[in-house]
């Protein structure tokens, strides 16, 4: 069975202006039908928007009624809360009191939904029956790091994220308890809602200051009474609550370091998260992550899931054709695709490879969620937005996010045991061939003929299930053999150094702002020019940075292509002169080395200028933060001056 493409269903939900944000111009101006109109006359159409006078009760039925019908089908699905802080996402997502939201619905209405599809598959096989099993699991990423909600552990510790080979990012120790009703779920889901950390700020009460995952896990156990053993379908179901991005001078984490810090840490994970959506929206990168998810999560069998399931709560796709007429061009298919990226590869420099990989581990979000953007699950994205706030660019953002994840095409499948699947549809054919061969035996072949056909399929499913296997394999090497040869250091280093520098920048430029406030008009304008001329000495910097970059890159390519040169001269040399003595072939070799020592003093030289160059901009910035603290302590004298006038004039 092939896989399905399946488009990112993306809804928006507008939440009405509070009484604080109605002296503020509303940034949706209008809605149409799936369309809406921003005040600056831009046009965005979703699948679904709900306006303002929308209810909890509307989302379920457009998004959870169909999250319910996936899940028993058998497909993995995912549900994203999507917004800036305070826009309504744990609102959607969790709800209020007794105006609940999408989790609580959902769990309240799958129970349900058990009587009905087992009707439902009575009704198609007779004789059939099935038993259904619940597994719940909650977490939350914060800064970074993952935590269980559901451990009894006062003190609960970190997690680590490992990688299954077979069945993608999981978080190892992360608890996965059996639910057997809405209630027993319902209370597992309040127990961890009470260890999520929050903290208020001054643009949201009760922000969230982590993200979280619960994962619904169902587990169908279908026995057919033609077959010796139940047919098991795995669906998992992520129902994600993103923190929202926030302003840390808007937000007041500037003057809270552990505000500050987990706003830094949210900030970078949405921005990780913006950016793989951003690729996978360009169809050349949907091309590369597809061929790589295909070959990964093809081949799943059901015990294969059981025993990853038991550790994780992640989603898992498992099961893909594994016989067919299309196996051989399948597996020849799988073959190109690792020959053409390893051949692609070995032909580009390093640069260009990184530019091609999405790396989903950047950020533990995207890695845990790496199957949801792009992979085997049917996603579903509602981006919530106020109607009007201070920042109208946050909302921009926000829309302009929702219109990318729309673009994204992932590609799903029934997450079942292909064996089980094609015996299914073989058990099907030779009912119907023997209910033909009763009414006419002289046109339809015997019982026994179909029951030989039955034996020579079974033993080319088992030889294309080892072959594929072993494709398998080699493919999850090299694709491992190539994930190895990527910078991860140097991207962390340079991250790392960008969030340090926008930190700063962010708490210097504060301070400065509550300084200028009570300054006069000309220290004002001083100020203003100190700072015009840090930033130009920060833009100088970052491109000393880029220039000593490149310097160094083309010293590399230098120095690589000198070498190769000097070898290519050395081996002519010989195949052409035989006859010189050793001593002069020694000798060669020896100018040859001293040109590519003279390369190396040339590049360390330029290296050392461009550091000298640095740290000479360095002492500059000290030089000028002196100054800002001289200024500062003027104002001070001023202010002083100023109350001793006013104190002699009254």
């Known amino acids: 069975m092939e896989p399905q493409k399946s488009n990112v269903y993306v809804s928006v939900r507008i939440r009405p202006s509070t009484t604080d944000e109605q002296n503020y111009v509303n940034v949706v101006e209008s809605v149409s039908g799936n369309q809406l109109c921003t005040y600056k006359k831009t046009i965005f159409s979703f699948n679904k ?107 609960f510790s970190k997690l680590n994220v490992r990688e299954d080979p077979k069945t993608g990012p999981f978080a190892e120790g992360l608890l996965m308890e059996e639910i057997n009703d809405a209630k027993s779920a319902l209370a597992l889901i309040e127990k961890g809602n009470r260890k999520r950390r929050t903290a208020q700020t001054n643009l949201n009460n009760r922000s969230s200051r982590s993200h979280s995952i619960l994962t619904i896990t169902l587990k169908q156990y279908v026995k057919d009474i033609d077959m010796d053993h139940p047919r098991e379908i795995i669906s998992k179901t992520n129902l994600v609550d993103l923190a929202g991005s926030e302003r840390i001078i808007l937000s007041g984490a500037i003057n809270d370091q552990s505000l500050r810090e987990e706003a830094i840490a949210i900030n970078k994970s949405l921005t990780e998260l913006n950016q793989i959506i951003s690729k996978l929206a360009v169809p050349e990168y949907k091309q590369i992550h597809h061929e790589s998810n295909l070959s990964s999560n093809s081949n ?100 302009n996010f929702a219109e990318k994840t729309k673009k994204i095409v992932n590609k799903v499948q029934i997450n079942q045991d292909p064996q089980d699947m094609e015996i299914r549809k073989l ?129 590399e390519k230098k120095h690589q292509s000198a070498l190769e040169n000097a070898e290519m001269r050395t081996k002519l040399e010989i195949a052409s002169i035989n006859d010189i003595h050793v001593a002069e072939i020694a000798l060669i070799k020896e100018r040859n080395d001293n040109n590519i020592s003279k390369l190396k003093l040339q590049y360390e030289e330029k290296s050392n200028e461009l550091l000298q160059k640095i740290h000479s901009l360095e002492t500059e910035i000290i030089i000028l933060k002196k100054e800002i603290d001289l200024l500062s302590s003027k104002n001070e004298q001023l202010k002083k001056e100023m109350s001793l006038i006013l104190l002699n004039s009254s």
């Open 49 to 155: 928007i709900f306006n303002v006078d929308s209810t909890q009760e509307q989302v379920y039925n457009e998004i959870g009624k169909k999250v319910i019908e996936n899940m028993f089908l058998g497909y993995n699905c995912c549900v994203f809360a999507y917004g800036q802080t305070g826009s309504g996402k744990t609102h959607t997502i969790m709800g209020t009191g007794s105006d609940i939201g999408l989790i609580p619905r959902i769990c309240e209405n799958m129970f349900t939904e058990t009587d009905i599809q087992r009707a439902k598959l009575i009704s198609e096989y007779s004789g059939s029956s099935v038993q259904y099993k619940f597994y719940l699991s909650y977490m939350e990423i914060y800064i970074d790091s993952v935590y269980d909600l559901l451990t009894d552990i006062k003190d």
């Open 300 to 399: 799943l069998s059901s015990n294969s899931n059981l025993s990853s399931n038991s550790n994780s709560g992640s989603s898992s796709p498992s099961g893909s054709p594994s016989s067919s007429p299309n196996m051989g061009k399948h597996l020849r298919r799988l073959s190109d695709a690792v020959n053409k990226k390893k051949d692609n590869d070995s032909k580009s420099n390093s640069s260009h490879a990184i530019q091609e990989f999405i790396n989903y581990r950047n950020s533990t979000l995207t890695y845990l969620l790496k199957n949801s953007l792009g992979g085997n699950t049917k996603t579903y994205l509602v981006a919530t937005i106020p109607l009007a706030c201070s920042a109208a660019e946050l909302i921009i953002s926000t829309l």
């Open 427 to 555: 058990k099907d054919k030779i009912k119907e061939l023997t209910l033909l061969a009763e009414k006419n035996p002289n046109e339809i072949t015997t019982h026994y003929d179909i029951k030989q056909k039955e034996l020579e399929l079974q033993e080319l499913n088992e030889k294309w299930k080892i072959e594929l296997d072993q494709m398998e394999t080699a493919k999850e090497e090299e694709i491992e053999s190539l994930k190895l040869d990527l910078k991860h250091k140097e991207e962390e280093l340079i991250k790392k150094l960008d969030i340090e520098k926008k930190e700063f920048e962010d708490v210097r430029i504060a301070n400065m702002v509550k300084q200028i406030v009570h300054n006069d008009d000309e220290e004002r304008i001083k100020l203003a020019e100190v700072i015009m001329e840090k930033n130009e000495l920060m833009k100088k910097i970052s491109e000393l940075h880029l220039l000593h970059n490149v310097e160094i890159e083309e010293l």
